[in-house]
């Protein structure tokens, strides 16, 4: 199976990092209830990106609940030469693994180990690379995954620019790659992002900062004609 079979063809997908940690596991499940079921886990290492995120050890700890759960874990990497954390990926549970242009020097090959592992597979690119380099480098490829911010910290402003990009990108791929959008995904922004072209919208602080992530995921579903 693969994104074909997991996705809907527009998919909100809650951002785990910008979670309650000290309430991971009743998060989750009450946002599985509410309908979502791709969610997106975003590592990072310090050195691509400055933060240092969460890993491999919280991927295997939550992946038997998405099991149980049917749902998805979509994995971000934000970090420098990322084939060597796919296996990791993979015997943690994660489903997909999408690793950053920036960060990679023989996407090709990249592309070929995550399906090896049997992975989905997906190529991201930061607001200042060019999107025809991305092109390039997701040929095989699920999915390209636009920033709509710079990568590394949750809560950022979306970058009016990126919708330029990301109609470009829908533009540029064949109709079976999936568009995705990370950063500043809101009520306010969603609508917009789907339109250029996205149909997989990553939403991290305006599900999980509410008092009710569920309620809000619901809405932001609702606004795009999500699955809910």
Same mark, same amino acid.
């Given at each position: ?34 309908? &979502? ?119 950022? &402003? ?39 072209? &996205? ?30």
């Amino acid at each position: 199976m693969g994104w074909t079979e997991w996705a809907e063809p527009v998919e909100v997908e809650p951002s785990i990092y910008a979670s309650d940690f000290s309430r991971l596991a009743e998060q989750l499940g009450s946002l599985v209830g509410a309908g &979502a079921r791709v969610f997106q886990f975003d590592a990072g290492d310090g050195h691509f990106i400055p933060e240092i995120t969460i890993g491999p050890i919280v991927l295997a700890s939550i992946s038997p609940l998405f099991r149980g759960w049917g749902a998805r874990l979509d994995c971000h990497l934000m970090v420098s030469e990322p084939e060597r954390h796919f296996e990791a990926v993979a015997k943690a549970g994660g489903d997909s693994v999408t690793f950053h242009v920036e960060a990679c020097d023989e996407p090709a090959r990249a592309i070929a180990l995550a399906r090896s592992l049997g992975l989905g597979v997906g190529v991201a690119f930061k607001p200042e690379t060019a999107v025809e380099d991305a092109v390039t480098a997701a040929e095989g490829a699920d999915l390209v995954l636009c920033m709509s911010i710079d990568p590394g910290y949750s809560g950022q &402003a979306f970058m009016q620019d990126a919708l330029e990009r990301i109609a470009r990108l829908r533009s540029l791929l064949p109709p079976n790659v999936r568009v995705q959008v990370d950063g500043g995904i809101h009520r306010d922004t969603i609508t917009a992002a789907r339109d250029a072209g &996205a149909d997989l919208l990553v939403v991290g602080s305006a599900i999980f900062w509410n008092d009710d992530p569920a309620a809000a995921y619901r809405d932001l579903a609702a606004t795009v004609g999500a699955r809910r």
